[in-house]
């Protein structure tokens, strides 16, 4: 490194829910990394909110929250979402929260903006009492619920 050489800091963090351990924690944080340095070297062309994972490269013409698969689950289940084009805007704000039967807010899986696509993200409810739990999604004058089953 030459003085006034420019340098990129990619920086992680991982918040463990309750019930986890230090090897979950080190193994996930790794895997963070590894998906981290993958958009970094390919100078970030593809790059997508980590943890959210495309699962198509077609574009949707509708937008759509699936059932989650599997339910009931223990500990993760995966949620799909999809998110047309909208008009002239190619990037939608997401939200996707999950709440518990009493309609608190547990989880933020996604809040930020999104392109079109199809994509799945993993929920993990290690730290939560088996129960019906409702996940949301809201993008732009879009809002859907479903309900899924957390047994343990």
């Known amino acids: 490194m030459n003085s006034g050489d420019t340098q990129i800091v990619v920086i992680s963090y991982n918040i463990s829910r309750e019930g986890g351990n230090n090897f979950q924690n080190i193994c ?3 895997n ?9 070297y390919n100078d970030f062309q593809s790059c997508i909110p980590i943890g ?15 059932q989650n698969y599997p339910n009931p689950f223990n500990p993760t289940t995966k949620i799909r979402f999809s998110i047309p084009p ?20 547990i989880a933020a899986l996604v809040n930020e ?3 079109p696509g199809t994509y799945e993200i993993e929920f993990d409810g290690t730290g939560f ?9 809201t993008i732009n004058n879009f809002f859907y619920s479903r309900k899924m089953v957390l047994i343990k």
Do not use: C, H, W
């Open 52 to 66: 959210i994972q495309p699962i198509s490269n077609e574009i949707p013409e509708k937008f759509a929250l699936y």
């Open 32 to 40: 963070y990394s590894d998906t981290a340095l993958k958009y970094y």
């Open 129 to 137: 009492s088996s129960g019906i739990y409702f996940y949301t999604i």
């Open 113 to 115: 903006e999104l392109k």
């Open 86 to 105: 909208v008009g002239a805007q190619y990037i939608e704000p997401v939200q996707l929260k999950i709440y518990d039967i009493l309609g608190r807010e």
């Open 28 to 30: 996930s944080m790794k």
